[in-house]
């Protein structure tokens, strides 16, 4: 069956560390993945899209990889803040369709 | 400006209730969705629309109508409402290209008791 795993335990790093976090699929071909941050009590906000020839994407001080062999993105966040702190989400879409398929989340907790 | 906004923010209503959600987006992109998110914070997708046309219509009780009377709005209808319909109901909308991230509403918690 058609999966997308992300860490369900929170992650939780120091200040200032690169905080990395893991979206997993299987039985996907996408064409293009995409990383979201949701805030409680607040709607998803879009973050960064890859493409499936793409093998790396990057906006300040994040960076997005896609290993399509591997089946796995990675999602960078480097010299990170406890603003950093919230449930980040992947999602990702096959060729044909305009539905996006979300991962349940990983919480990521910043320590000051 | 709100750029993707929905109404009520909160609804608290009784079994068996029909109850509405709106949508409106002033970003002038062509697609907007409704997606559901559980209690277990999973969010799937039920509707999409392009331009008035239902493109997407996951597995939902037909009890979940959609309406999309232009490209702007796009309003979710629920008749006799279940304690399983408990969740957040987000709106959404994105350019008509799946190059694009979507920008979502800040969703409207929806309990039934």
């Known amino acids: 069956s058609q999966k997308i795993e992300q860490n369900s335990e929170a992650l939780n790093i120091q200040e200032g560390k690169t905080a990395t976090l893991t979206c997993n699929y299987t039985n996907y071909s996408p064409a293009y993945l995409q990383w979201y941050r949701q805030d409680p009590g607040r709607g998803p906000v879009f973050l960064l899209l890859i493409r499936e020839n793409e093998k790396e994407k990057r906006k300040e001080r994040l960076k997005v990889t896609f290993d399509t062999t591997l089946k796995q993105s990675l999602f960078h966040i480097t010299a990170s803040q406890p603003a950093d702190s919230a449930t980040y989400l992947c999602a990702l879409t096959t060729s044909g369709t305009y539905k996006y398929i979300f991962g349940t989340g990983t919480r990521l907790k910043v320590l000051a | 400006d709100t750029a993707v906004s929905q109404t009520p923010k909160y609804l608290v209503t009784q079994m068996g209730n029909d109850k509405s959600i709106k949508c409106e987006q002033n970003?002038?992109?062509?697609?907007m969705y409704w997606y559901k998110q559980d209690s277990k914070k999973f969010l799937k997708i039920m509707f999409s629309y392009n331009n008035k046309e239902l493109i997407i219509n996951e597995t939902v009780p037909n009890r979940f109508s959609p309406k999309s009377p232009d490209k702007a709005h796009l309003n979710l209808h629920i008749n006799s409402l279940e304690l399983g319909d408990s969740a957040v109901y987000f709106c959404?909308?994105?350019?008509?290209?799946?190059?694009?991230?979507?920008?979502f509403g800040s969703g409207t918690r929806l309990t039934v008791v």
């Open positions: 970003l002038g992109h062509d697609t």
């Open positions: 959404a909308s994105s350019q008509t290209d799946y190059g694009y991230g979507y920008t």
